[in-house]
């Protein structure tokens, strides 16, 4: 398996706008479908 | 007694590794400091992972979070937990880790702490908290008892 650099991972992601906000309400709801 | 966490020893929750992907700011800055040092341990588990990897997911694309599980499994140290249990937290318990970062303030919390004593002395934080405050020259030198070298691994390789 070729694992992929941070930098790459960095450089992909960051074309979004994401923000902590969405990322914790994703979780929430993730965790939640989960229990 | 609480065994001693291990000074070198790190969990961030799912939101923590997810944020260091998709939003950067804190979250990155504080796992900067973790993949700069050979020596600190990223002590992760399958569902803290699985987590992770759903955000991810859902507010990027399935391919990327595959790619970056893999990184992160690489970067990584393992630990089994019972699947009921908060994935941070059980990583935090097995790991003995004397940092668990997270944006939840509910896990933050004395109430957690309390929670978390007898089993290990963890200490909860915000990521910013610890990007602010790990100190890795004075860490190196209390557990290894040598002059601190410098960021010892590319954190963006």
Redesign the interface.
Known sequence: ?V?????A??E???A?E???E???A??A???EE?E | MAPEPDPVTVVADADVLAADLLVGGAARAALDAVRAHDWLTLVVSDPLLDDAAAVVRALADAELATDWRERVADLGEFVDHPAGDHPALACAHRGRAAHLLSFDEELRRARTGAALKPHVETSVKHPDAFARLFDPAAVYEAVVGDEYPGPDRDPRA
Not at chain 1, 3 to 7: L, N, P, Q
Request: hydrophobic letters at 55%; proline letters at 0%.
């Open positions: 398996v694992v992929v650099s941070w930098a991972l960095f992909r992601a960051d979004d994401e923000t902590v969405d990322v914790r994703t979780l709801a993730v965790r989960g």
